[in-house]
C-alpha cells in the first residue's frame, strides 16, 4: 500500500511543479500566444502529465474519496511558493482558507 501513497504523494509534488512552471511561462510571456508557445509552459503540461500517471497509479488502491481531496495539498504549497516567488497575496483570508483545506485533509484522512 506505501507504493501507492507514495504515487499519491508524487503527484502531488508533480502537480505543484506544473502550475509553478506554467505560472513562470505566463509570468515571462507577453502575449496569451507567446505563453502557449513559451517553453515553460509546454515543460509545464509535459509535468502535468507526469502528474497524472502517478494519480492513476495512486486510485489502484485509494479510493478516489481519498485521493482527489488530497490533491488539495497542493494549493497550500503552491499558496505559499507563489508569494514568495511573484509577491502573490498571503494575507488572514488565504492563511484562514488554507487551514481550512489543511483540517480538511486531516478529516479525510482518518479512516
Not at 502537480?15 to 509546454?42: D, H, M, R, W, Y
Not at 474519496?65 to 497575496?89: C, G, K, M, R, T
Not at 487551514?99 to 479525510?108: D, E, R
Amino acid at each position: 500500500m506505501a507504493i501507492y501513497y507514495a504515487s499519491l504523494v508524487a503527484a502531488v509534488l508533480f502537480g505543484i511543479a506544473g502550475q509553478i512552471t506554467l505560472k513562470s511561462g505566463a509570468v515571462a510571456s507577453p502575449t496569451l500566444a507567446a505563453q502557449f508557445l513559451n517553453p515553460l509552459t509546454l515543460v509545464g503540461f509535459a509535468i502535468y502529465v507526469i502528474a497524472a500517471f502517478c494519480y492513476i497509479v495512486a486510485l489502484k488502491k485509494i479510493p478516489v474519496s481519498v485521493a482527489f481531496p488530497s490533491v488539495a495539498a497542493s494549493y497550500v504549497i503552491v499558496a505559499i511558493i507563489a508569494h514568495l516567488l511573484w509577491n502573490e497575496p498571503f494575507g488572514w483570508p488565504q492563511i484562514g482558507g488554507l487551514i481550512l483545506i489543511g483540517g480538511g485533509i486531516l478529516l479525510i484522512h482518518q479512516h
